[in-house]
């Protein structure tokens, strides 16, 4: 039976299938470059029935895959990171690996293209909150585009940006097949022994161009030229290639929006620990003021405080606040809020589970681990573990 908007529940869905249908939402390539994300282990043409879907390959989360009879597990935060020398159980780098290759789960991390997409890790938080005109903290970042300037014939434009377009290329944050386009007039002189598109050989030529113009995350590079090249019908393509300095690719890192009403730091925190229900919640600084514009950063968003005061916020909320950090915020007009690094990350598993129940319907049976923070504080008589949804 065929469900708008999915698959049919016999059709048959590859790992390479899923890893599509996220990119489509958190373009992998627009991520750090220090980050490894996308299909970290197993084949992408596997078939996969079941996801379970976590912020990363805890004990907890690999014991639920064994029981589960999981095929795919999509974490957040990357299950291999550094380059692995090996992959053993009683290595620590490695050990997850090893547990899930051993049971032939495959395995895709959606981590900093997560981050930095519009609908994002820290979006995810700010919209849990409730905040309303939500975007991003800091726009475009961080951003590693190129510009790619394609120059051709008039009636090549379309062919050269659905090369541009299929591998990767020409994407502004939720906008695809981005371009610019100039008409103008070039000239080339062939030599002896070219094979020109239009003219001949020893005859200098002047000919109708368009200059396409579009952007292209830096690690698609080597894909989208050869894929221009490809299509080109010219023998010597003219493309230029250069770097660009601002948020190229749209997105960008954290998240700010305003409360409908303003109200007290107590009450504000009271409803941020209701809604986005965190192990803890830890805070510096007070204020007199009342908090109408919040900034949200989740993970490891400590250093943004600044951006977060630039923007106008009456309250940072991050993960992750360490001792120097937190005085610098007490002694300051923003409070910060650290809610965990974990406790903010994890509003995005929902949000995977969103776009893959809205391509695959019931063809994808998808499980959510929302595990507790590792740190927590003690209380007496307390039990603590994960639940899944
Ligand atoms: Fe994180």
């Known amino acids: 039976m065929w469900k708008v908007g999915g698959v049919s529940p016999r059709a048959r869905i590859a790992v390479r299938d899923v890893w599509r249908s996220l990119d489509e939402h958190f373009p992998f390539a627009h991520r750090a470059e220090w980050d490894n994300v996308g299909i970290l282990l197993g084949d992408p043409g596997a078939p996969v029935r079941s996801v379970l879907v976590a912020l990363d390959a805890t004990p907890a989360v690999l014991a639920l895959c064994r029981r589960a009879r999981i095929d795919l597990l999509l974490t957040h935060h990357p299950v291999i990171h550094n380059p692995l020398k090996s992959i053993r159980p009683d290595d620590t780098a490695s050990a997850a690996a090893f547990a899930l290759a051993g049971m032939g789960v495959a395995v895709i991390s959606a981590h900093t293209n997560a981050d930095v997409a519009p609908r994002g890790v820290s979006w995810a938080v700010a919209h849990r909150i409730g905040l309303f005109g939500i975007r991003p903290l800091l726009p475009g970042e961080p951003s590693d585009a190129c510009k790619v300037a394609v120059f051709v014939p008039p009636g090549f434009a379309d062919v050269a940006l659905e090369a ?21 007039s070039g000239s080339f002189l062939p030599a002896d022994g070219a094979r020109p598109f239009k003219g001949r050989a ?6 109708d161009e368009v200059r396409l113009e579009t952007v292209v995350a830096r690690s698609l590079l080597p894909k989208v030229l050869a894929a221009v090249r490809a299509a080109h019908p010219y023998e010597e393509p003219s493309i230029d290639v250069y770097p660009l300095a601002g948020g190229a690719l749209g997105g960008g890192v954290g998240a700010v929006g305003d409360r409908k009403t303003p109200a007290s730091l107590d009450d504000v925190l009271g409803e941020i620990f209701r809604r986005v229900r965190p192990s803890w919640i830890r805070v510096a600084g007070t204020t007199t003021k009342k908090v109408r514009r919040i900034a949200v950063v989740a993970g490891s968003g400590s250093e943004f405080a600044r951006a977060a005061r630039s923007a106008g916020a009456d309250l940072f ?3 992750d606040m360490k001792y120097h950090q937190a005085l610098e915020a007490a002694a300051g007009e923003m409070p910060v809020a650290d809610v965990g690094h974990g406790s903010a990350e994890k509003w995005i598993l929902p949000e995977f589970r969103r776009v893959l129940a809205g391509r695959f319907g019931k063809g994808l049976a998808i499980r959510v681990f929302m595990e507790e923070e590792p740190l927590r504080a003690f209380r007496p008589g307390e039990r603590r573990g994960g639940n899944t949804s």
Not at 202 to 207: A, F, Q, W
């Open 317 to 319: 909320v991050t993960g």
């Open 202 to 207: 020893g005859r200098e030529e002047r000919v």
């Open 164 to 184: 541009i377009a299929g591998a990767g290329g020409g994407r502004v944050g939720a906008y695809s097949r981005c371009s610019f386009r100039t008409a103008g």
